[in-house]
Every structure is written in C-alpha cells, then in structure tokens.
T-cell receptor, first 111, second 112 residues
Framework: EAGVTQSPTHLIKTRGQQATLRCSPISGHTSVYWYQQALGLGLQFLLW???????NRGNFPPRFSGRQFPNYSSELNVNALELEDSALYLC??????????FGPGTRLTVL | GESVGLHLPTLSVQEGDNSIINCAYSNSASDYFIWYKQESGKGPQFIID?????DKRQGQRVTVLLNKTVKHLSLQIAATQPGDSAVYFC???????????FGKGTRLSVIA
C-alpha cells in the first residue's frame, strides 16, 4: 500500500512569491494534516482537513491556507513568502483522528 | 542530511545496548501518545502508540511507558542498532479532538 506522498520534494521561491505544496493521503484516509518543521523549532501544527473541511488551525497567519479535494488530497498555499517560511513542510494522513502517518515532506527555501 | 534542531538533547549508546528516551508531555488531559522516528531527510515514521488507560505497551524491540502522575513518557529500544540512529519525537493528543502536539525531539546516536 502506498504511503503519504508529497510534491514537490524541493521548492525554491523568493520573498513575496506564493508557494503551493501538495499532498496525497494513504488510500482510505480522510484526514490530512500539515506541519511546519523549521530549524530549531520542532514540528508545529498548521492545518487539519477532514472530509473536505478545515477542522483546526494552528497559530499561523492567514497567508497560510489550504484546501482538501473530494479525493482527499490536499494543497497548502503560502502567500507573500517571508524568509522565515523556509522550512520542511510535512503532510500526514489518518483514518481516525489520532494515528497520523507522515509523508517525506517538501523542503521550501525562500531567498 | 536533514537537521531538525540545533539544540536537541542527544543520547549516545553503544550498539547492542538498550536505549531509553524520555519525554515530558504538557497536557494532563491528553489521552493518546505516539512515538515517531525521523531519519535524516525523511518524514517522521510511526513507531508505537499508547492510550492513557495503559501504562506499558510493547512492540518489536520497543516498549513505551506512560506515567500519567508526572506526565512522563519513555521509549525503550532493546539491543540498539546503527539503523536506530535518528531523532525521536513524542506526540500527544486528546483523541479525535485536537491535533498532535510534538515534543522537541531527542537525537539518538548509536556507536558501532
């Protein structure tokens, strides 16, 4: 069974641009979670989608947004990129609301 | 490789020894706990979980202990191998209602 997949693997943007990151959950999983892993800060919760709706949001500004599609895949959009947005962005999926399985991440670099 | 923190606590163990990684969790109401392993350049990998109605759970070469009185979680790895070298995170949640909250992580270094 395929695990969580994310694309792209790496993304390089400049300040002020927009970034779009994508995630495909494990087949049968309806929940998708996004986390930011910045250097020295561990994993910080960003967004949680379930059945197409946003269920919870972490302490991040509104320029971090996303959506979940009918096939349960998800997109994370980051507008007006800032240097401190450089991080590894991890997507996780779950069938229940608790056991989450992670993808390999997208490394976003903002120059 | 991937660096997940400049100031992570580090545990160095000899190959074949047992490892114990500790975690203090924050919310006394949390009722579900997970240990993840993150190797360099990869996403976190699920290792083992435990619910608050248990104080011990065993898997293959790993054991998780939960002490709710002092809000402490530990991961024991038996006969540690070089492939166990990674950063280990504990995570807590209130089942079904809150997203996972992760600890800061511990870097395990296995000396061959």
């Amino acid at each position: 069974e395929a695990g969580v997949t994310q694309s792209p693997t790496h993304l390089i943007k400049t300040r002020g641009q927009q970034a779009t990151l994508r995630c495909s959950p494990i087949s049968g999983h309806t929940s998708v979670y996004w986390y930011q892993q910045a250097l020295g800060l561990g994993l910080q919760f960003l967004l949680w989608y379930d059945e197409g709706e946003e269920r919870n949001r972490g302490n991040f500004p509104p320029r971090f947004s996303g959506r979940q599609f009918p096939n349960y895949s998800s997109e994370l959009n980051v507008n007006a990129l800032e240097l401190e947005d450089s991080a590894l962005y991890l997507c996780a999926s779950s069938q229940r609301a608790d056991t989450q399985y992670f993808g390999p991440g997208t490394r976003l670099t903002v120059l | 490789g991937e660096s997940v923190g400049l100031h992570l606590p580090t545990l160095s163990v000899q190959e074949g020894d047992n490892s114990i990684i500790n975690c203090a969790y924050s919310n006394s109401a949390s009722d579900y706990f997970i240990w993840y392993k993150q190797e360099s350049g990869k996403g976190p990998q699920f290792i083992i979980d435990i619910r608050s109605n248990m104080d011990k759970r065993q898997g293959q070469r790993v054991t998780v202990l939960l002490n709710k009185t002092v809000k402490h979680l530990s991961l024991q790895i038996a006969a540690t191998q070089p492939g166990d070298s990674a950063v280990y995170f504990c995570a807590e949640t209130l089942s079904g209602n809150t997203p996972l909250v992760f600890g800061k992580g511990t870097r395990l270094s296995v000396i061959a």
